[in-house]
């Protein structure tokens, strides 16, 4: 045999190498620890005043807890019961403020729309009740809502979305809302996340919407004697309910008018379990990304490569490195996606994207996401998803069982803090055990519920858990102080909804929780510095020129908001803030579509640069700069007839 001396070193420099791999991964996937001086500090920013949630305006004698399911999946009707909780907030009844909310509450099966507490009892809560359309309330179940004008008359309208029909328009008229459908399909889908979005560049708001059990299934009919079939692969599993893309226009007839852009999406995107989506302009072409957040299969990062009329998409995927394990590369996760958002985390100037998954310390350990930009956008032409996996070096990697994820400025210092919601059901035996084995069980098994352990009434998976609440330390990572800060209460939640519903300037926030009262959040802190708050809107006929009105003034002529409008605001120092019109990404909580930026220590006297960018009703790309002072502000975006660039 013969001594290779070089051959040696090389392979024990490799072994080296990938010790301090190893080594430095240990490093930055400790939890995140800060001494007690600093946490103190840190909370003191902070403080939330917990307010009562309405109860649903039913009996309460009728109210359940746990759904009735068909016969096949009765041995598991608390898993397939543990969803429904939702909440929207937006400014419906047109005072000025995003006060109003609506609250999808599963005891009693009700979507209501009501004033958020604490902004007095300005209306009594309206029930939407889709009849006189079809609706069979003994098969069928709200599962959240997304506020926006669907049929472009200046005034907010409610979507809401079910399981076991399709999605119905309550459009506004005076003081009720008017049920409208926006598919004539007659099928049965299940759906779990919709948002609205100018998917194809034309103008006009789309709908993206997200469905999880097979379209067509029978899950709420007790009646139905048939077979159920879950997913095929804890990981890999496509056999979901199909997602779609319903093209907007305006409105026809008095109703809402969504054509299915057919083919839009291929089935690799499309037959996912899909719970979130998130849909924003990444590259900055005014056109949005989608962001398809799959319970059982990898997550779908859609490039936006529309023309008007014509949706069209490419799906990226990151690149993995020497130490990047498969799964924390984007498109190539085998977790279970469950919340999206957007916002600047890495303050590069562009959007990085936050991903709740479940990541519960000795559970399913997986790993939530922070997707931190890398800065190459032109990748994206390329099939390559520009991000990185940053979550366990910033300390956001896990928390426990986690559904809706926000990123908001909740003291205005300029800084992002995240939420997320937390727990699936909650009981007193613990079914955690039994759930591993599941997840390790050859998928072969799955799709039979009869191969399942019990999840039933009784029975515990993360039920006692709370809402983290993440800020920023003075490592660049990120701590959790819900207890700290007033939100640690314990709850199984599912929706988060963010607003500056007193017009103070700090956002507050509602949580919708399952199968118990939820709860709202007014948040008085003492701010760490001054806010600018922008409301953008379009008017519904040609206007030449911007107009920067008081938010609280009566408007000047009907407006709808500006989904997908982009906005930068550079400070004194030279850094640069970004944020966009949300038209209700998310799993089942959708923020209002009120542009929030904390801004630090910025004299009150300021002025900042305000870049905006925004298609017009016609589709044109417009780009203007304003000089405005900080505080709340309705922008209306001009679009002269003749369109163009400007």
Partial sequence: MTFDAASLGRAHARRAAAVAAIAGLAFVTRPSTIADSERMALASRFHFTELAMPDPPTDPSTWKSVRSVCPSLARISSWISSVGAAVSVGDLDGDGLANDLVHVDPRADTAVVEPAPGTGSRYAPIVLDPRPLPFDSATTAPMGSVIGDLDEDGREDVLVY??????????????????????????????NTATLADVDGDGHADLVVGNYFPDGAHVLDAAWTGPAEMQASMSRSWNGGKNRILLGSRASDG???FDEAVGALDDAVAMGWTLAIGAADLDGDLLPEIYFANDFGMDRLLHNRSTPGHPSFATLEGRRGFATPSSSVLGRDSFKGMGVDFGDVNGDGLLDIYVSNIAGEFQLLESHF???????????????????????????????????????????????????????VRGTTNRWPELQELAMANDWWLAEPRAWPRFQPGDDVSGDIRIPFFVRGSDARFVDLAREVGLGAVQVSRGIAIADVDGDGDPDLAVANQWEPSRFYRNDASPAGAFLGLRLVLPLEPEPTSVVDDLRLPSRAPARPAIGAEVAVTLPNGRRLVSQVDGGSGHSGRRSSDVHFGLGKVPASSRLKVEIAWRDPLGTPHRETLDLAPGWRVVRLGWPRSGGER
């Fill in 162 to 191: 079910y399981w076991g029909r399709t999605p119905v328009a309550f459009l506004r008229r005076g003081d009720r809302y008017e049920p409208c459908e926006v598919s004539t399909s007659g099928e049965r889908w299940f759906t």
């Fill in 255 to 257: 109703c809402v008018k």
């Fill in 370 to 424: 922070l997707w931190a930009s890398t800065g190459d956008v032109s990748a994206m032409k390329r099939g390559v998803a520009p991000y990185v996996n940053a979550s366990e070096a910033l300390g956001l990697s896990r928390s426990g069982w986690a559904w809706d994820c926000k990123l908001a400025d909740f003291d205005d210092d300029g800084t992002l803090e995240a939420m997320q919601t937390t727990g699936f």
